[in-house]
Nanobody, 115 residues
Framework: QVQLVESGGGLVQPGASLTLSCAAS????????IGWFRQAPGKERELVAT???????NYGDSVKGRFTISRDKTLEMVYLQMNNLKPEDTAVYYC?????????WGQGTQVTVSS
């Protein structure tokens, strides 16, 4: 069974940095791609970043150059480093494990960017 637990959300000012964490087992990280997605009120859930089992990364256009996805298989964690945060980054951020037609979601963590 795949379990994902996000943490690290909070309230920050524009321009600040924040790191989100997603706890996932090593077997999950070896088999599934892991992605960060976000959903703002009234908007559809959108891709933020993904990391494949082979380490290949992919980013949504709105976060390229500001956000970095990484993982540590020893610690069984996937991270999302977010720099130069903007009010439009405000959303619930979700961690997702996916491969083919199978996918699993975490419970989400709220990120609010406001002065």
């Amino acid at each position: 069974q795949v379990q994902l637990v996000e943490s690290g959300g909070g309230l920050v000012q524009p321009g600040a940095s924040l790191t989100l964490s997603c706890a996932a087992s090593k077997s999950t990280l070896d088999y599934y791609a892991i992605g960060w997605f976000r959903q703002a009120p009234g908007k559809e859930r959108e891709l933020v970043a993904t990391i494949a089992p082979n380490g290949e990364t992919n980013y949504g256009d709105s976060v390229k150059g500001r956000f970095t996805i990484s993982r540590d298989k020893t610690l069984e964690m996937v991270y999302l480093q977010m720099n130069n945060l903007k009010p439009e980054d405000t959303a619930v951020y979700y961690c997702k494990a996916f491969r083919g037609t199978n996918s699993y979601w975490g419970q989400g963590t709220q990120v609010t960017v406001s002065s």
